[in-house]
């Protein structure tokens, strides 16, 4: 596994929960063919995806805070900071 940058910002993610991480390009251009309808599998990253299998398009962020969640993991809502399950933050709401 390598750590070269990548444009990769954008995640395709189906109703089974695959995650197919795109470019904004490629975003782009999915989302048209999504709103033009008469488009039923589209080709992504070598992956054969029916249009109608599609949750969304999301931002890395949200996906990185939804697996997160999905580990029982909770955000202060005043310092941000990600704890475990039934951690508390020690910030006091926000004063250290």
């Known amino acids: 596994m390598n ?7 954008k995640c395709l993610l189906t109703k089974q929960g695959i995650e197919i991480w795109i470019s904004n390009d490629q975003a782009i251009k999915i ?3 999504m709103n033009m309808g008469d488009h039923k599998n589209i080709d992504i990253e070598g992956e054969i995806v029916s249009i109608h299998n599609i949750e ?27 704890h475990s399950k039934f951690e508390e933050c020690g910030c006091q709401g926000g004063r250290y």
Do not use: H, M, V
Not at 3 to 9: A, R, S, V
Not at 61 to 82: P, T
């Open 3 to 9: 750590n070269l940058p990548t444009n990769k910002t």
């Open 56 to 82: 969304g398009i999301f931002n890395a962020d949200r996906i990185y805070e939804q697996r997160k969640r999905k580990a029982g993991q909770w955000q202060c809502e005043y310092c941000k900071r990600w």
């Open 31 to 33: 989302s048209q063919l």
